[in-house]
């Protein structure tokens, strides 16, 4: 996967997910021209504690996005 091919997966998720901006993910390969990018952060309760945040996305070599999923 190239280098704007990732960075247009990642202003994707940042517009989604602010919260992420100051975060790059761990990109590896799967089958057939699917990468996995893996974001990694910490998001914020309505009571201000910090909870961790995991946001998964497979996007192709072009950079669209196939599926995310979130994890919190």
């Avoid at 602010?18 to 914020?44: A, D, E, M």
């Amino acid at each position: 996967m190239d280098r704007s091919a990732i960075e247009k997966v990642c202003q994707k998720v940042y517009r989604r997910f602010p919260s992420l901006k100051s975060t790059r993910p761990r990109v590896s390969s799967q089958s057939s021209g699917r990468y996995l990018l893996i974001f990694s952060g910490s998001g914020k309760t309505p009571d201000g504690k910090s909870i961790p945040q995991t946001i998964r996305v497979v996007a192709d070599e072009q950079g669209r996005i196939l599926k995310t999923s979130t994890s919190r």
